[in-house]
């Protein structure tokens, strides 16, 4: 079984930034890849970013391409999305995701029905 903590959410005005973090236990960090998502009231669930811990490769949907950075601390088994220039729209709750199954393509790692197993959620509010 995998394990995930996270936190970092809060409330912030647009602009601003905020760093999410997601820590890991019950299997070697290295082996996984990792994906946040996001849902808003009254939304489906949306892919943000995904990473391939072993060798550092990313994705980024469009809508935050340039502004979110994910990166990996193996030696802390945690995975971190750095949120530059917020924007009221960027306001949802959002789940670090991982799985074991590191030959999934990054189309397949879009989707959440890639991902078994799931954090809490953490609360993030940009105010205009």
């Known amino acids: 079984q995998v394990q995930l903590v996270e936190s970092g959410g809060g409330l912030v005005q647009a602009g601003d930034s905020l760093r999410l973090s997601c820590t890991g236990s019950?299997?070697?960090?290295?082996?996984?890849?990792m994906g946040w998502f996001r849902q808003a009231p009254g939304k489906e669930r949306e892919f943000v970013s995904s990473?391939?811990?072993?060798?550092?490769?990313?994705d980024y949907s469009d809508s935050v391409k340039g502004r979110f950075t994910i990166s990996s601390d193996n030696t802390k088994n945690t995975v971190y999305l750095q949120m530059n220039s917020l924007k009221p729209e960027d306001t949802a709750v959002y789940y670090c995701?991982?799985?074991?199954?590191?030959?999934?393509?990054?189309?397949?790692?879009?989707?959440?029905?890639?991902?078994?197993?799931w954090g809490q959620g953490t609360q993030v509010t940009v105010s205009s």
């Open positions: 990473i391939r811990v072993s060798g550092s490769r990313t």
């Open positions: 995701a991982a799985d074991i199954r590191t030959w999934r393509s990054l189309g397949q790692l879009r989707t959440s029905d890639a991902y078994v197993f």
């Open positions: 019950g299997r070697t960090f290295s082996s996984l890849v």
